[in-house]
Antibody, heavy 122, light 108 residues
């Protein structure tokens, strides 16, 4: 079964770090990019960046640069999102998502993880 | 950075046709993807590359894209179509992904 399965919910203190995992199964992990998308309570979808599981290359929007790190372990088909110096407005559901690549163009998000709620509260 | 603009809400009666727009500068030159999100669930792809449907998505869902506006059209709307809908593109100038703000579809 083709799926992305994420780690469980977390509660963090402000200033702490979070690390969420995303295990892929049912397809070749290195054939698709993995993106992370978050959604704050009652808000829309926010793209956080991508990792190329084949090369390990990453790209993050400026908003998250310096605080976010995306990594992967190809031996276990798992991607990771780490976010540091957490603030209350980082409280959100974090999704890992799969996309293909066509002639340098990132394609649609055709497979989503179930989401991981991270709550940041003192 | 590239911006996508969606109406916050759209209402439609059952059996009628709903149109959800997504505005962006020369969006007609980009591939637009649409996602449906029901409460408490992860988003689901309903239209990709402007007008293609993934397997399992009803033919009632269709899309178009021209000029500065892309549109998701839902025909013969059902109560189960009530959800939030998001458009998304890849902005080649920044190599970044952009989402619209989302539209809440209410079935009256």
């Amino acid at each position: 079964q083709v799926q992305l399965v994420q780690s469980g919910a977390e509660v963090k203190k402000p200033g702490a770090s979070m690390k969420v995992s995303c295990k892929a199964s049912g397809y070749t992990f290195t054939d698709y990019y993995i993106h992370w998308v978050r959604q704050a309570p009652g808000q829309g979808l926010e793209w956080m960046g991508w990792i190329n599981p084949n090369s390990g290359g990453t790209d993050y929007p400026q908003k998250f640069q310096g605080r976010v790190t995306m990594t992967r372990d190809t031996s276990i088909s798992t991607a990771y999102l780490e976010l540091t110096r957490l603030r209350s407005d980082d409280t959100a559901v974090y999704y890992c998502v799969r996309s293909g690549l066509r002639f340098g163009e990132l394609l649609q998000f055709d497979l989503w993880g179930q989401g991981t709620l991270v709550a940041v509260s003192s | 950075s590239y911006v996508l603009t969606q109406p916050p809400s759209v209402s439609v009666a059952p059996g009628k046709t709903a149109g959800i727009t997504c505005g962006g500068n020369n969006i007609g030159s980009k591939s637009v993807h649409w996602y449906q999100q029901k409460p408490g669930q992860a988003p689901v792809l309903v239209v990709y590359d402007d007008s293609d449907r993934p397997s399992g998505i009803p033919e009632r869902f269709s899309g178009s894209n021209s000029g500065n506006t892309a549109t998701l059209t839902i025909s013969r709307v059902e109560a189960g179509d009530e959800a939030d809908y998001y458009c998304q593109v890849w902005d080649e100038s920044s190599d970044h992904v952009v989402f619209g703000g989302g539209t809440k579809l209410t079935v009256l």
